[in-house]
């Protein structure tokens, strides 16, 4: 077995105060998770509904698990019942839903917006002008069963470090727009969700106050 336990030690200590590990366990087994476990994370994230939900059922009960991969709508209801963060919210549309189905499971779900400034066209996420315009919009205030907690986004897959860290930079300068404007006096809106394996050094110079690492804490992904 891949060093799991050794790989996460390692990466936790090159982490700054303030900054958080999502480990992203997509693709990997229940073992790998367990094993990360032991060492006692507990924030773990995944992209598929169906492969959360083998894992949920078969892990302990107090894993934190974030959804990060593109949700659909009609998925939202499968996960609303225990998902602890939904990380990449990119429309309002899809913000409703996640109010219409934590209300119904009765509790409330933390999300990031996504934002999308990476080049590549087919990535997921809100221009900075749909993410104004959402905010502006409004009807996210009356919703009480989701708390937006940040803002989420991956970087362009370049080796230009220089671009990665104007991108990460722009995040950053973004996310102190929207706290000033619309949740100055909110203290849930703090979360920076930046930074993966290849990048995260870089992202943790530029705000970031989460990072999602998955394939150096548990090796290449098996598709
Ligand atoms: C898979 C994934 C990661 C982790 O990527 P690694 O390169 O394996 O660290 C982070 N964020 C998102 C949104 C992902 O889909």
Same mark, same amino acid.
């Given at each position: 077995?891949?060093?799991?336990?050794?790989?996460?030690?390692?990466?936790?200590?090159?982490?700054?105060?303030?900054?958080?590990? %999502?480990?992203?366990?997509?693709?990997?087994?229940?073992?790998?998770?367990?094993?990360?476990?032991?060492?006692?994370?507990?924030?773990?994230? +995944?992209?598929?509904?169906?492969?959360?939900?083998?894992?949920?059922?078969?892990?302990?009960?107090?894993?934190?698990?974030?959804?990060?991969?593109?949700?659909?709508? /009609?998925?939202?209801?499968?996960?609303?019942?225990?998902?602890?963060?939904?990380?990449?919210?990119?429309?309002?549309?899809?913000?409703?839903?996640?109010?219409?189905?934590?209300?119904?499971?009765?509790?409330?779900?933390?999300?990031?917006? +996504?934002?999308?400034?990476?080049?590549?066209?087919?990535?997921?996420?809100?221009?900075?002008?749909?993410?104004?315009?959402?905010?502006?919009?409004?009807?996210?205030?009356?919703?009480?069963?989701?708390?937006?907690?940040?803002?989420?986004?991956?970087?362009?897959?370049?080796?230009?470090?220089?671009?990665?860290?104007?991108?990460?930079?722009?995040?950053? /300068?973004?996310?102190?727009?929207?706290?000033?404007?619309?949740?100055?006096?909110?203290?849930?809106?703090?979360?920076?969700?930046?930074?993966?394996?290849?990048?995260?050094?870089?992202? %943790?110079?530029?705000?970031?106050?989460?990072?999602?690492?998955?394939?150096?804490?548990?090796?290449?992904?098996?598709?």
């Amino acid at each position: 077995m891949y060093d799991v336990k050794g790989q996460l030690n390692k990466v936790r200590q090159s982490l700054p105060n303030g900054v958080r590990l %999502v480990a992203i366990s997509k693709f990997h087994p229940a073992e790998y998770i367990t094993a990360a476990y032991e060492e006692g994370q507990r924030v773990f994230g +995944e992209s598929h509904e169906q492969e959360l939900a083998q894992k949920v059922k078969v892990l302990p009960p107090d894993i934190e698990w974030h959804f990060i991969g593109h949700l659909q709508t /009609n998925k939202v209801k499968y996960i609303a019942p225990y998902i602890s963060m939904i990380e990449a919210v990119d429309s309002l549309k899809l913000l409703r839903e996640i109010e219409k189905q934590a209300a119904k499971a009765d509790r409330v779900v933390r999300v990031l917006l +996504e934002l999308h400034i990476a080049e590549e066209a087919t990535k997921y996420g809100l221009t900075l002008d749909a993410c104004r315009q959402l905010l502006a919009d409004g009807e996210w205030r009356q919703m009480s069963h989701v708390q937006i907690c940040g803002l989420m986004m991956m970087a362009s897959n370049v080796d230009d470090e220089a671009q990665i860290a104007s991108e990460f930079q722009t995040a950053a /300068n973004f996310f102190d727009e929207v706290k000033q404007q619309y949740f100055a006096a909110d203290p849930h809106f703090c979360e920076r969700s930046w930074g993966m394996s290849h990048d995260y050094h870089l992202a %943790v110079q530029h705000g970031s106050t989460m990072v999602r690492v998955g394939t150096t804490i548990f090796g290449p992904r098996v598709y």
